[in-house]
């Protein structure tokens, strides 16, 4: 299993607070252009005591946060009629505010909920904190504006007036954003080429402090490759930051390559980089299939291994391949996994898995890229607790999808090469070693299950249920929870 939320950039970028006359304002304007998002200039003035955000992007719902219970309900946006062009100055395209004389085409505060306008629009209240909107709109209406009114135009624009106060009301939780949240973007200063096999070579890279407490970040798939980002979970004036690709993967090469590709192959590797790096120990940290191979390599290395700093927990039972691959997150996701299976014949559906591999490891090169387009876009589309249309777009990235794709269904056919339940059969070779686990409550890709069942079987460890998130690493409260146990361990 991978966390989606890294891989090629699509352009976009967080929003923007600006403190002005009265607080917090967010005024940015979004287009959705051909699948890739792009950030205009701020643009805009406080009207009264609002300011206003306009978004062009494809809209299915508003997710928001319920102040009286804190929990996540989708709000489906009603909203037809308009097609046109809009202005992109908030005094043409914004409704005005604080009693104000109502326009004539767009309507104002003052309206009363589900009021229709000339336009075909409708405008609709909300009573609580935004948390999240899917797409692009997630990305640009910060978590501390408390939204009045939204009104949208088809399902390319919609207009979000945003209260400006920092303090949101009483009962809610302000969700930071992930910049926010993760230390600085910084580059690496060590990186190379490890040979590993006489087929395989590992791109490895070191950034951060180049004498200080060595991590190992373990990226998911297997196949989905380090990324930059996870340089940000750790502090860089302390922490000694080394990723690798593993086989196949990345820029490793051969690029997508199965033969000599196994768990075990990968944790020798792991030895061969901590030897070519001149480390005698250092903390692990890894998430979902990362965290499957943190924990086989302390299992097998348990004197190389400091701490283990674990996420989105997987531990590779058939029952876990089941559950996400044949039947069981189908029920969560019946609209995401239709895709998945109906590209598979109705006769070869009672192992969806084994049907994926034979198209993966397909001689016809168009069969392989459909295959790798809808595994991939599976897995995309379940990885959030608020779904991201933005994460599905890497399922279009062949260069990324096909070895992801190709590389974990190699695994999981057969089993990560490993007997089932390996983990917890071998538990009792991590009693040594400091265990942390930080799991999303709504993780439907890896779910809670397995993080509870290695927190039972090794009590050691310490469980972080994490009540408002699913599987993604990039999801701010799991984000969060790792960087404060990184830094922890600086301090401690």
Known sequence: MIDPNHGPSSGLQPSVSERGQH???????????????????SFGRPLGKHAVVVVTCRVGALGFLDHRRCSVHPFGMQAKGHRGELPDH??????????????????????????????????????????ACRGPVAEHVHRGSYVRHAVGFGLHRIILMVQNTITPPTGCTVMA???????????????????????HSVAWEVSGHPEGTAVLVIHGGPGGGSQPDYRRYFDPNHWRIVQFDQRGCGRSTPWAELEDNTTMASVTDIERLRNHLGID??????????????????????????????????????????WFYQEGASHIFP???????????????????????ARLTSEDEAVRHAAAREWTRWEMATSYLIPKASAELKADDLQFAVAFARIECHYFTNGIFMPDNFILDHVDRLSGIPID??????????????????????????LHIIGDAGHSMTEPPIAAKLVAIMNGLQEG
């Not at 607080?23 to 200039?41: A, F, M, S």
């Not at 104000?100 to 909300?126: C, I």
């Not at 609209?335 to 084994?354: C, Q, S, T, W």
Request: charged share 25%.
């Open 23 to 41: 607080g917090l304002r967010v005024t940015k304007v979004v287009e959705h252009l051909h699948g890739h998002e792009q950030v205009k200039p």
């Open 90 to 131: 908030p005094s043409v395209a914004a409704p005005h505010v604080d009693g104000a004389e109502t326009t004539a085409k767009f309507g104002g505060a003052s309206e009363a909920e589900g009021k229709h306008f000339p336009d075909g629009s409708r405008m609709a209240t909300f009573h609580s904190l935004v948390l």
């Open 177 to 199: 954003d992930l910049d926010d949240v993760l230390h600085p973007r910084i580059e690496p200063h060590l990186e190379g080429m490890l040979e590993v096999s006489d087929l």
């Open 281 to 322: 120990q250092w903390v692990v940290f890894g998430g979902s299939w990362g965290s499957s191979l943190s924990l086989i390599y302390a299992q097998h290395h348990p004197d190389r291994v400091q701490h283990l700093v674990l996420r989105g927990i997987f531990l590779c039972r058939e029952s876990e391949f089941a």
């Open 335 to 357: 609209d995401a996994f239709e895709g998945y299976r109906n590209h598979i014949p109705e006769a070869e559906r009672g192992d969806l898995m084994r049907a994926y591999h």
């Open 437 to 462: 686990i930080v799991q999303g409550r709504y993780d439907v890709v890896c779910p809670t299950r397995s993080a509870w069942d290695l927190h039972t079987a090794a009590p050691h460890s310490r």
